[in-house]
């Protein structure tokens, strides 16, 4: 399954950002989501969602200002963004791990965990 991201951009802090994510196959039964990472930081899984029954997780750094959202038919992923933060600014990567993956409430999936990852795609905040 390739992954390609679209949507990212340059952004004043409060504003708002669409990503999308593309899957060039099926992703049923999949846990897709969104990681991000930052100069000189570790990678985070900031977003997951299960594409079978549509579960969500959300780190505390990005709960109640991002929203994950998924159209199986269409094999796509968003990550609506709002109220921006400098903080934010990171290479946003979509992530897929399945078929029949176990989906967490509490985490997205381990980077080893991970099935197959996007290009990234840049998110720069200004302040």
């Known amino acids: 399954v390739t992954l390609v991201e679209s949507g990212g951009g340059l952004v004043q802090a409060g504003g708002s950002l669409r990503l999308s994510c593309e899957a060039g196959?099926?992703?049923?039964?999949?846990?897709v989501g969104w990681f991000r990472q930052a100069p000189g930081k570790e990678r985070e899984g900031i977003s997951c969602?299960?594409?079978?029954?549509?579960?969500?997780y959300y780190s505390d750094s990005v709960k109640g200002r991002f929203t994950i959202s998924r159209d199986t038919a269409k094999k796509m992923v968003y990550l609506q963004m709002n109220n921006l933060k400098p903080e934010d600014t990171a290479i946003y990567y979509c992530?897929?791990?399945?078929?029949?993956?176990?989906?967490?409430?509490?985490?997205?999936?381990?980077?080893?965990?991970?099935?197959?990852w996007g290009n990234g795609i840049l998110v720069a905040v200004s302040s």
């Open positions: 992530a897929a791990e399945g078929p029949l993956a176990k989906f967490y409430t509490n985490y997205c999936p381990a980077y080893a965990a991970v099935d197959y």
């Open positions: 196959g099926r992703i049923d039964d999949y846990t």
């Open positions: 969602i299960s594409t079978s029954d549509g579960s969500q």
